[in-house]
T-cell receptor, first 114, second 115 residues
Framework: GDSVTQMEGPVTLSEEAFLTINCTYT??????LFWYVQYPGEGLQLLLK?????DKGSNKGFEATYRKETTSFHLEKGSVQVSDSAVYFC?????????????FGAGTTVTVRA | NAGVTQTPKFQVLKTGQSMTLQCAQD?????MSWYRQDPGMGLRLIHY???????DQGEVPNGYNVSRSTTEDFPLRLLSAAPSQTSVYFC??????????????FGPGTRLTVL
């Protein structure tokens, strides 16, 4: 079945450091890929998405490129801020199966220190 | 718009008790779902619905019931609570028009502890 594997945390960084969170996936079809972010005490919200190979999703300084050849969707940000401290989830949806289900990775906790 | 709302925010139950977690959305979304979040396991799908009167099981449905009598509401019922159901529960909704890849909107969660 479909699955998502993302790097384990926690990750602790200093402000203005470079952040990368690795995500790889397994899917039988042609999935769409997502990064969701969960700020402390809140629900998840969509950060960015890519719906086909070589698409780049971007939002709030974060970027991720859909790499079909390596089945990856790594999240990057060039200069993090304290406000980026959150849990980040990689997810996929295999719409080719005719449903709307999301499969999530385990989540990566990121803490940015001033 | 209030988006997706969930009540209660926190709940403590004793083993064997039953309760209903409420979820409502005001975006006229057809698709609604329930997830549980456990440390190191991400979010796992419990039940979902593609419209009023239609529900189906997700990855971890045992011990939970759902119904969808209206577009707006999608309650989750715990029939006989067990300590293994201690978790944070999230409700989510999305539109089904145009794409299977529409953004899912999440509620703030319900933190449930079963003693």
């Amino acid at each position: 079945g479909d699955s998502v594997t993302q790097m384990e945390g926690p990750v602790t960084l200093s402000e203005e450091a470079f952040l990368t969170i690795n995500c790889t996936y397994t899917a039988t079809g042609y999935p769409s890929l997502f990064w969701y972010v969960q700020y402390p005490g809140e629900g998840l919200q969509l950060l960015l998405k890519a719906t086909k190979a070589d698409d780049k999703g971007s939002n709030k300084g974060f970027e991720a490129t859909y790499r079909k050849e390596t089945t990856s969707f790594h999240l990057e940000k060039g200069s993090v801020q304290v406000s980026d401290s959150a849990v980040y989830f990689c997810a996929l949806s295999d719409g080719g199966k005719g449903d709307y289900k999301l499969s999530f990775g385990a989540g990566t906790t990121v803490t940015v220190r001033a | 718009n209030a988006g997706v709302t969930q009540t209660p925010k926190f709940q403590v139950l004793k083993t064997g008790q039953s309760m209903t977690l409420q979820c409502a959305q005001d975006m006229n979304h057809e698709y609604m779902s329930w997830y549980r979040q456990d440390p190191g396991m991400g979010l796992r799908l419990i039940h979902y619905s593609v419209g009023a009167g239609i529900t189906d099981q997700g990855e971890v449905p045992n011990g939970y019931n759902v119904s969808r009598s209206t577009t707006e509401d999608f309650p989750l019922r715990l029939l006989s609570a067990a300590p293994s159901q201690t978790s944070v529960y999230f409700c989510a909704s999305s539109s089904t028009s145009g794409s299977f890849y529409n953004e899912q909107f999440f509620g703030p969660g319900t933190r449930l502890t079963v003693l």
